[in-house]
């Protein structure tokens, strides 16, 4: 009887990686050309479709949008916490791409 193929251990580990490093770059790079001064007719946050005042982190997209404006002062007026949320994406996606590079390398060393 023939097995059916099973990725190595590291190969499935690998790939869980690239796929959320990638939506954290598409995301921080259509916040990096949203106008966050434009109007804007739809919220991805569920809480402000309910509640009018919005929730805690309403206007962290407006405030990395800013950002990557060169408007420290605007993106502080969005939301005050916008820097370090913008360092805790960036140091995620890069610890996500060096986890998937190691286990490349190390997948490609052991063929």
Known sequence: MHQ???PAPAVVAR???LPEAAVWVVALVALAFTD???KHLVSFCPVSWVYEGGCPG?????????????????SWQAHPLGVPALLVLLWRVYKLLKKYLFLRSFHL???
């Open 4 to 6: 059916p193929y099973t």
């Open 15 to 17: 790939n869980r990686y």
């Open 58 to 74: 309403c206007g962290l997209g407006h405030a990395i949008s800013f950002l990557f404006r060169g408007q420290i002062s605007a």
């Open 109 to 111: 060393s052991i063929k």
């Open 36 to 38: 966050p001064e434009a």
